[in-house]
């Protein structure tokens, strides 16, 4: 409960004061006495009123200059005051200050109900802007106590980007080392009892890569940390390539894999090529995953045209296990598996769904289910694409360099990690690359100084001198012809600050650890010079 309001009787005479507070004694208030002009502005200071009754004739200081000295004080300022006067005096609208607060003014002898009732009203006004303040106040806190809230995440966001590029980086090293490794040691002619073994080792890194990617798909998507591509390509040619790449798995299972793509979807469209096949790829693979036999059919077809927009819909039916109906609306949250046994039997973190719906939204499509336990599931995906005039595409860039040979290129491996100096070198000297090895930032600008080259594959994080400064090092140097060679990134981090910040300090791409030998080569392709 707040305190009673206050109301100040300032008057020389006790027995007006005793008449005043006889009058005022149902008033749900406290009375305070001031019996001089001075005495007044003392208690106005020290105390808040409601309302002052303020008498007007008073020896010495009268209630007009009482009243211009309270008015002084930023905090009495607006203090109601009701002047108890004798006579009607129009002087106290020549006092100064007097126009800021509310005044008003009653004649003696008083009639007792309208004085009561004007007192009262001030009364209640002074309860409503106590009300008003609290309301204020605690809004105020609130808007406090929000912004830590939001500071705080804000905070805790930041700390959990920081985490997750530095753990990718941390895991995302030996686990490139363990992939190629086993890749290395497959293609070494081993004995046909360790191919199994080899194999094994491969496909449960490249898993444990494809969960860490995941992961770090979903914070950085999370986080609104990702952007969409626009470019050409052939929708076709992109089906094709998927339809390849689970063609084996398919058939092991005794699954009939189709892929059909209608006739009015346009040969060439324009979008991000790489989030469809992420999208297609999360789909497919779950039909397959969830069938044991029978049918996955991926079709391909128009929808609608607006403008150079035109949107498609993917569709994936399977003759799998399909989603029981009391799951079904959870297949597309975040680690959420239509039941326990699933992780046990099938794998995976229930994380596909959501990165795919999520990557759909994000670029303006939309996602839907169709299920029924033991019968089957239906995928369907729109997606809005833009329209190219081109009914083909010319073989790019890169597939010429299909043909290209990178023999007798002379390229600089700046890396401290042995494992991975090794596996880079190893490849590289497959395809009959001179390489050259620097451990860290500070040898490889040493030996840019003394030798050619004409690429260099620079590791960022590395000691005495990461990869940014040896980088900026190069490009400075003088009347050197390797002052403007290619140098590609070898990175562990997916985070686009991070890729951005590769370019700001002058370098010409780069390749995301772990990198497969077919990745490193298209990398290094385009900067052959012939
Ligand atoms: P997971 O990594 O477990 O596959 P997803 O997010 O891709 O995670 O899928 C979430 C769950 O939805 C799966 O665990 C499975 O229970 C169910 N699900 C997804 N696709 C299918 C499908 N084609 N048939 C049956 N169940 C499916």
């Known amino acids: 409960m707040s305190p009673k309001p206050k109301i100040l009787i300032v008057d020389d005479n006790v027995s007006n004061i005793l008449v005043i507070e006889e009058l005022l004694g149902d008033l749900d208030v406290e009375l305070i006495r001031a019996k001089s002009g001075l005495e007044a502005i003392e208690k106005a200071k020290q105390q808040e009123f409601a309302l002052i009754l303020m008498d007007v004739q008073m020896p010495g200081m009268d209630g007009f200059e009482t009243v211009e000295i309270i008015r002084q004080d930023e905090k009495t300022l607006l203090l109601p005051i009701i002047y108890i006067t004798a006579i009607y005096n129009e002087n106290y609208y020549r006092t100064k200050g007097i126009k800021t607060g509310a005044v008003d003014f009653i004649t003696k002898p008083i009639i007792p109900d309208l004085f009561i009732g004007k007192v009262t009203l001030f009364v209640n006004l002074y309860k409503q802007r106590m009300i008003l303040e609290q309301e204020v106040q605690k809004r105020k806190e609130a808007e406090e106590e929000m912004k830590l809230a939001r500071d705080l995440a804000r905070q805790a966001a930041q700390s959990k980007q920081l985490f997750l590029s530095t753990m990718s980086h941390e895991i995302r090293t030996p686990l490139n080392a363990i992939v190629n490794t086993a890749k290395l040691l497959k293609e070494e002619n081993p004995r046909d009892d360790q191919i199994e073994d080899i194999e094994i080792l491969e496909f449960s890194a490249e898993n444990l890569l494809h969960l860490i990617n995941d992961i770090l798909d979903f914070s950085k998507i999370d986080a609104g940390k990702i952007e969409f591509e626009a470019i050409e390509f052939e929708i076709r040619k992109l089906m094709n390539g998927i339809h390849q790449s689970f063609d084996y798995h398919a058939t092991s299972k005794e699954i009939t894999l189709e892929f059909t793509v209608a006739q009015d979807v346009p040969a060439v469209i324009v979008g991000d090529s790489a989030r469809l096949s992420q999208i297609l790829i999360n789909i497919v693979g779950n039909a397959i995953k969830f069938t044991e036999k029978g049918k996955v059919l991926v079709e391909a077809a128009f929808l609608a045209k607006r403008g150079n927009i035109v949107d498609l819909v993917l569709r994936v039916s399977d003759s799998g296990i399909g989603i029981p109906e009391d799951k079904i609306q959870f297949v597309f949250e975040s680690f959420t598996q239509a039941s326990s046994s699933t992780t046990r039997k099938y794998g995976g973190t229930g994380l596909g769904l959501a990165i795919t719906k999520k990557l759909v939204e994000m670029q303006g499509g939309s996602i839907e289910v169709k299920s029924r336990e033991g019968e089957g599931s239906i995928f369907s995906v729109t997606l809005p694409f833009v329209l190219s005039e081109k009914d ?44 050259d090895v620097a451990e860290n930032g500070k040898i490889a600008v040493e030996k840019a100084r003394r030798s050619r080259y004409d690429l260099v594959l620079m590791d960022l994080h590395m000691p005495e001198m990461n990869g940014y400064d040896a980088t900026l090092e190069i490009r400075k140097m003088e009347n050197n012809p390797n002052k403007d060679i290619p140098i590609i990134a070898l990175t562990a981090s997916a985070f686009i600050e991070d890729r951005e910040k590769i370019y700001t300090y002058g370098m010409s791409g780069y390749i995301i650890k772990p990198f497969n030998p077919s990745e490193l080569y298209w990398k290094i392709a385009p900067f052959i010079k012939k």
Do not use: C, P
């Open 392 to 435: 083909h595409l010319d073989e790019d860039m890169l597939m010429k360099a299909t043909f290209q040979s990178l023999a007798g290129l002379r390229v600089l491996v700046v890396e401290d990690n042995l494992v991975n100096q090794k596996i880079v070198s190893k490849f590289l000297m497959k395809w009959n690359v001179n390489v």
